[in-house]
């Protein structure tokens, strides 16, 4: 298993964000978590990024007790709703700057960036800055700067959550076709049912803090382990 969550609870004052969650997650799988607006899948992502720190239960990535590591020393990459890029740097620096801080060879930057940006079909626009991208190509820049570093895990939250729904459908496909070719364990949030079952291999469903179901988009469309996941998904239009 890449990612191990066990028993992670988390309460923010009296409010339980999350209780007892355990999930886990296996190599190079592409993985949903997928439920209604305040089930708490922010912050279980962001505890296994790091980002946050669980009352109880332990994460664990790539075999190895992450639960009190700081979010730089897991080597997980990431993507956001509104993708933090520098403004004065150009889309290929942008791409680059996670090799260029950890003093990656000159020639060796130029390579990997120049193998993502052709992935993410931004070759050309690699000299623009960012402000010069439409939402859809800052956000592919987004995955290809995340992938940069060969992170073990990529996590992204509700990363199309801020684009209209043709760029969505687009870069839904993005991130089937990027997986395909560097598959990355990677978990992404969303409370888009259609989002999830397109495009994950396996969908963890949240609600309330808790799992209510893991499986195949097959399984919890055709089986829902109860009431909830079967209205929730519901018929997809
Ligand atoms: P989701 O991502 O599924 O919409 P979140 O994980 O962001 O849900 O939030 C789960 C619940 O925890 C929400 O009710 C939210 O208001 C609450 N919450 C999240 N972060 C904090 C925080 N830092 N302080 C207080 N409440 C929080
Ligand atoms: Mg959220």
Avoid at 159 to 170: H, Q
Avoid at 203 to 217: C, D, F, H, Y
């Amino acid at each position: 298993m890449s990612i191990d969550v066990r028993g992670v609870g988390k309460k923010f004052g009296d409010f339980v964000a999350l209780d007892d969650v355990s999930v886990s997650i296996p190599t190079g799988q592409l993985t949903a978590l997928l439920g209604p607006s305040g089930g708490g899948k922010s912050t279980l992502l962001r505890i296994i990024a790091g980002l946050e720190t669980a009352d109880t239960g332990t994460v664990s990535i790539e075999g190895r007790d992450a639960t009190s590591l700081p979010a730089q020393k897991r080597n997980v990459g990431f993507v956001f709703q509104h993708y933090a890029a520098f403004k004065h740097l150009s889309v290929r620096k942008n791409v680059a700057f996670g090799l260029e801080i950890r003093k990656t060879p000159k020639d060796e930057v130029r390579r990997r960036v120049d193998e993502l940006l052709a992935l993410v079909h931004l070759t050309q626009f690699a000299d623009r800055k960012p402000a010069q991208l439409s939402g859809g190509q800052r956000q592919r820049m987004a995955l290809a700067r995340a992938l940069a570093v060969q992170p073990s895990v990529l996590l992204l939250d509700e990363p199309f959550g801020a684009l209209d729904a043709k760029v969505r459908k687009e870069l839904r496909d993005w991130l089937r076709r990027l997986h395909d070719e560097i598959p990355v364990t990677t978990v992404f949030v969303t409370h888009d049912q259609e989002e999830a079952l397109e495009v994950a291999d396996e969908i963890v469903v949240i609600n309330e803090g808790r799992v209510e179901q893991v499986g195949s988009p097959d399984d919890l469309y055709d089986t829902p382990a109860n009431p909830f996941v079967m209205g929730f998904l519901g018929p997809v239009t």
